[in-house]
């Protein structure tokens, strides 16, 4: 079961509670039992996972609480959480406070949910990007804003792992915030696009790469917002050239915005260097540094300001960079500038005054907008793949600064959903918006060009049915819409998406099959999404000897103490098959025991811009693992099973076998995404995240749209599945007893 799934439950358990939080430092109630005022949800508990009070070391006082997985491999993930109302916080900002410890090599995660009426999402941060993974008590926070409307707020911990997460110390605190206008939805009228197209073209030149003190300070998601406002109703260049000189000068005074082809004088500020030998400063960007808060999950992306003694061909405050904005106008953009302790020339105005903290939603067509400008320009400067893809990634550009505008707030997120799927990045997500979906009581797989059962928890269909239409369109048709808001490098990711998209929806929505058994006519199948775990299909165990020295162990959901538990036998196995239908949960470790000298993964490089537009990018090689032999060496014959689910770690894995030739590949070929994620928050409370690095292959050729590739090709058929049979562990088994 997903967290939005689990929260939307929990949700009713905790709603109304006496105060915003409860128990805060686990203080009340009996060693070993349950924190009173906090709930571990039924599907968490029936997932295996549990949450005590202890005595262990707390943080601060007596007690502390502990969530620990109670099985050996557990489903989902483990959540300790509160619920409680959101209505007299309304329209302030909350910082969620709280001190965690983990186990060694046990990941834990805080979270934050602001949820709005009709099942939308305010604000929503489950540090994804920055688990926290520290043996010693460290404090750790997450901020957002509480919509004007918010109904409820929803926190905890969760371990989406087995091991043990201690939480303590919890705090919630509130300070009040400018909530801003909010201007309903309408097009884009007269030369509005154009005049925000050259508004979004500038904002990032001078963002990212004009770097004076001013601009480093600026509050850009704000910025974003007003200059929407400001900008979209000039009339014509002249007065378009005006107000962006105007909005950008009080930050980057040394900007010329122009009409015409003849730039104006070069200011003496930037013709030559003052008295007293000042340095040059300029931005440089490894990756880009996210928006999110440190320390993140992989700390190798960063934009920070470099500063030398003289000017050089990569930054020299006498030679900016012209371009064309479209909508008549052009702007001088210096990348290098003069400083001699702060830039120069320095602002007349001092420092810019802090402005009070404004609240953003995307129910306001100016922060949609401005979402775009910020998400579009991100990408436009610093995505790794667009020479991989092929993109026009300027032209996405005014259709969906048209389509924000248009859009309400709940189709807002679908809007973001298509830009960031333009990417072909199967890394790219973004989060927020209408949460709360449940699945359909079944499972299903696309086979043999039809969308087919293949597990039920219902008599209504069966495993092996061919479901026809869903919700009075061809499965096909269905599958295809879902997957415009997907974004994968890929078909087969796409699809693997398509289809866990297609099964949610609102609990007690319903959904309308067309559904055929064998050779019998379709029949109609009426069913509502309702709250449950999630249907999977029958595996072997874990670790299972499948014939007489044929041994398995499922990837997926071995953890490595299986694995280390289970090496004996599979070191004296004649052959052993991995299944990687997904994303590993061990270490390396399973390939340091079967290689008999040193191996190395895949080529890490992380893009390295010192000027827009990805001119003149070089690349950061970072480290690559560099794995050992470890005995006992598994020595029999080995198999790996995979499909276009394996993504990102499995292939960096699976990408050690293709090289180095240590075990033949059976099934389909991977999603094709690989590197390191970056994220960054939008106005309005969305998530992104993207590839933020690129990976080749270890003979330098492409992963990226390509994967890894089976060396025994291997599909599932609709007899097979109607059967019950796992013909991926049958072709399996038939390669590694030849």
Known sequence: MNLVTILALAAVWLFQTASPVRNPDFEEGDLKAAPPGWVVPPPVTAAGYAAVITDDNPATGKRCVVLSSTTQSPTSFGNVMQVFDASPYRGQRVIYRARVRTDPGTRAQLWLRVDRPGGVMGSFDNMADRPITSTSWSEYRIEADIAPDAAMIAFGMLMPQTGRAWLDSVAMEFTKIDTGPVEPARPIAGRGLDNLVAFARLFGYVRYFHPSDETAATDWDRFAIDGVRALEAAATPQALATKLDALFRPIAPTVSVFVGSKPPALPAALSKPAAGSPRVTFWKHTGVGASLPKPQLFAAYSSVRETRDAAGPDGDPSAPLTFDLGGGVRARVPIALWTDGGTLPKSKTGAPAKAEPRAATAADRATRIADVIIAWNVFQHFYPYFDVGLIDWLATLRPYLSDAA???????????????????????????????????????????????????????????????????????????????????????????????????????????????????????????????????????????????????????????????????????????????????????????????????????????????????????????WNLQPLSPRITGRLAFITDGRAISYAESCLGIIEHYKLADIIGAPTAGTNGNVNSFRLPGGYTVAWTGMRVIKHDGSRHHGVGILPTVPAARTIAGVTAGRDELIEKSIEVVSR
């Open 406 to 624: 248009t859009a309400n707030e709940a189709d807002f997120l679908f809007v973001l959903r298509r830009l960031v799927a333009e990417l072909k990045d199967g890394h790219g997500q973004v989060n927020g918006g209408v949460q709360g979906f449940v699945s359909l009581p079944f499972s299903w797989d696309w086979i043999e060009n039809s969308l087919v059962i293949t597990r039920a928890a219902i008599a209504e269909v069966q495993r092996g049915d061919v479901v026809t239409m869903v919700d009075g369109r061809t499965a096909e048709a269905a599958l295809i819409e879902k997957e415009q808001a997907i974004s994968g490098a890929t078909p087969q990711w796409k699809r693997f998406r398509a289809l866990s998209v297609l099964a949610q929806g609102p609990a007690d929505s319903e959904v309308v099959l067309q559904v055929r058994t064998g050779t019998a006519p379709a029949r109609t199948v009426r069913l509502r999404r309702a709250p449950g775990a999630p249907v999977r299909e029958p595996k072997p165990q874990v670790v299972e000897e499948l014939r007489p020295g044929v041994f398995y162990i499922d990837l997926d959901r071995a953890t490595d103490d299986d694995f280390k538990k289970a090496l004996p036998s599979l070191a004296a196995a004649k052959a052993v098959i991995f299944d990687l239908r997904g994303y590993p949960r061990p270490s390396p470790i399973f390939i340091q025991h079967i290689i008999d000298s040193p191996v190395q993964s895949a080529r890490w490089q992380i893009p390295v811009a010192l000027k827009p537009d990805r001119e003149g990018v070089t690349v950061l090689e970072v480290g690559r």
